[in-house]
């Protein structure tokens, strides 16, 4: 994760970063310390796998710490922007449809954090979001896949 560059939340996805910040400082390092506190207590800790496993633990809980802290300082929130409704920008939701199909598709662009194609969230920074941005509504967005090139069209942003 870059140290300088605007990291792109939803207000909700900078919540929950929050959140798990607060748990992995508070409650998850006490359990660890608290692992590696019982690891020791059982004797010799050059052959105990506890002690290893708690220490391991520990080593990415403490990534993940940091991780998170650079994602706060570099955090900007998406706000409603000055581009038009009809408009595809960050936070908001596109819907699509493939070229020659009427299967029609729901997105909602948001920063790589909150990135989940699953549930319809994708990157800004993905091929589909760099396609779609800056994208009114009628016009097409030609998206490069290992499969070759796809056209959609943009039908509705909310």
Do not use: C, H, W
């Amino acid at each position: 994760m870059a140290n300088n560059q605007p990291i792109y939340l939803t207000a909700e996805g900078l919540r929950k970063v929050k959140e798990e910040l607060e748990y992995l400082t508070t409650t998850r390092r006490r359990e660890v310390a608290q692992m590696i506190a019982e690891a020791k207590a059982e004797g010799d800790i050059s052959e105990n796998a506890g002690y290893d496993e708690a220490k391991t633990a520990q080593g990415f809980l403490e990534g993940r710490i940091r991780e998170l802290e650079v994602l706060l300082k570099n955090a900007k929130v998406i706000a409603d922007d000055a581009a038009a409704p009809d408009t595809v920008s960050l936070g908001r939701t596109v819907i699509v449809r493939e070229a020659g199909t009427e299967y029609e598709e729901s997105y909602t662009i948001v920063g790589p954090p909150e990135a989940d194609p699953a549930k319809g969230r994708i990157s800004n920074e993905s091929p589909m979001g760099k396609a779609l941005l800056g994208k009114r509504v009628g016009q097409s967005a030609i998206v490069t896949s290992p499969g070759g090139e796809i056209a959609f069209e943009i039908v509705r942003v909310k």
